[in-house]
């Protein structure tokens, strides 16, 4: 069965740290670029994070130097590590998986995972 697990996500104060997880199934993991992808009420979903099949990274201008994406091909598993938690990062955050060297919206998602901001 193909799927996409977020977990850790939750409520945090401003400054603090979360890390999220996305476990994959049912895929030959190495061969997708992944991102992270967040959507906030009223808004559209954007990238927050893209890491390719050989590691390369970007990030949404919002994040840079408070947000690592990583992942771990032998779990097929990857991380988003989140420093400085702002409000404005309070979201629910996806998973995505697109097959390829690319970083773009593949059609692998996963459920979503609330990351909430406040003191």
């Known amino acids: 069965q193909v799927q996409l697990v977020e977990s850790g996500g939750g409520l945090v104060q401003p400054g603090g740290s979360l890390r999220l997880s996305c476990a994959a199934s049912?895929?030959?993991?190495?061969?997708?670029?992944m991102g992270w992808y967040r959507q906030a009420p009223g808004k559209q979903r954007e990238l927050v994070a893209g890491?390719?099949?050989?590691?390369?990274?970007n990030y949404a201008d919002s994040v840079k130097g408070r947000f690592t994406i990583s992942r771990d091909n032998a779990k097929n598993t990857v991380y988003l590590q989140m420093n400085s938690l702002k409000p404005d990062d309070t979201a629910i955050y996806y998973c995505?998986?697109?097959?390829?060297?690319?970083?773009?919206?593949?059609?692998?998602w996963g459920q979503g995972t609330q990351v909430t901001v406040s003191s």
């Open positions: 890491i390719t099949t050989v590691g390369n990274t």
């Open positions: 049912g895929i030959s993991f190495s061969i997708y670029s």
């Open positions: 995505n998986a697109a097959r390829g060297p690319l970083i773009r919206p593949g059609i692998l």
